[in-house]
């Protein structure tokens, strides 16, 4: 597909068919992650791929979470077991990690590096038929998540990133960019 095409017609997909995602295929989608403008190339970047009984493992973590974070909501139950279910109707889920950098401004950089090599593997991900979706909410600064995943004191999660074949593409509208421009001549 074109890439102007790609940039417009990309969108993020809730619902997938359950196909498997063939691992050479995910490895080649995370190869583009690290081509995106990056301040002093520092790469602050890696990536956990949960796929199988990984991702089982994670869905139910996601459920912990959402339950912790709403506890004593009526809504509670409901939104964790919507929250599992999301993660398992995915073919698999990158977990998408920021090293940080000890100075701030760094780190600021970093993390729009970060969300470049997000976007770069949903975009490689969409060049071949697979749609993504960018979660962030009660995953990001879970205890029992950051063991899961390793993490060291100094790493923090940028993104969960569901993956799958779409069942359905939904429609989205944007502001006419002409709305939003100024020009100065
Ligand atoms: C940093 C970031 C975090 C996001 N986190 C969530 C999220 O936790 N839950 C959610 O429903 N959508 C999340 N999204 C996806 C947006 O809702 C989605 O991109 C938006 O609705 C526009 O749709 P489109 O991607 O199809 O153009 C996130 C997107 C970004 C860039």
Same mark, same amino acid.
């Given at each position: 597909?074109?890439?102007?095409?790609?940039?417009?017609?990309?969108?993020?997909?809730?619902?997938?068919? +359950?196909?498997?995602?063939? $691992? %050479?295929?995910?490895?080649?989608?995370?190869?583009?992650?690290?081509?995106?403008? &990056?301040?002093?190339? =520092? $790469?602050?970047?890696?990536?956990?791929?949960?796929?199988?009984?990984?991702?089982?493992?994670?869905?139910?973590?996601?459920?912990?979470?959402?339950?912790?974070?709403?506890? +004593?909501?009526?809504?509670?139950?409901?939104?964790?077991?919507?929250?599992?279910?999301? /993660?398992? !109707?995915?073919?698999?889920?990158?977990?998408?990690?920021?090293?940080?950098?000890? &100075?701030? =401004?760094?780190?600021? *950089? %970093?993390?729009?590096?970060?969300?470049?090599?997000?976007?770069?593997?949903?975009?490689?991900?969409?060049?071949? +038929?697979?749609?993504?979706?960018? &979660?962030?909410? @009660?995953?990001?600064?879970?205890? !029992?998540?950051?063991?899961?995943?390793?993490?060291? *004191?100094?790493?923090?999660?940028?993104? /969960?990133?569901?993956?799958?074949? @779409?069942?359905?593409?939904?429609?989205?509208?944007?502001?006419?960019?002409?709305?939003?421009?100024?020009?100065?001549?």
């Amino acid at each position: 597909m074109e890439l102007r095409e790609v940039l417009k017609a990309r969108r993020s997909i809730r619902q997938y068919t +359950g196909e498997a995602i063939p $691992e %050479d295929t995910i490895r080649d989608i995370l190869s583009y992650a690290p081509w995106v403008p &990056n301040h002093h190339v =520092s $790469e602050p970047w890696r990536f956990v791929v949960a796929q199988g009984p990984s991702l089982e493992e994670l869905a139910d973590l996601r459920h912990q979470a959402v339950l912790r974070r709403r506890a +004593g909501e009526d809504s509670a139950q409901a939104r964790a077991d919507k929250a599992r279910q999301e /993660f398992l !109707d995915a073919s698999a889920v990158i977990a998408v990690i920021q090293r940080l950098d000890e &100075n701030s =401004s760094r780190r600021q *950089e %970093d993390y729009a590096s970060v969300a470049m090599a997000t976007y770069n593997i949903i975009l490689a991900a969409w060049d071949a +038929g697979i749609g993504a979706f960018w &979660n962030t909410g @009660p995953l990001m600064q879970d205890a !029992d998540v950051r063991a899961w995943l390793d993490l060291r *004191e100094d790493e923090q999660p940028a993104a /969960f990133l569901r993956l799958g074949y @779409p069942k359905a593409v939904p429609v989205q509208r944007r502001t006419p960019i002409d709305e939003r421009v100024q020009w100065r001549r």
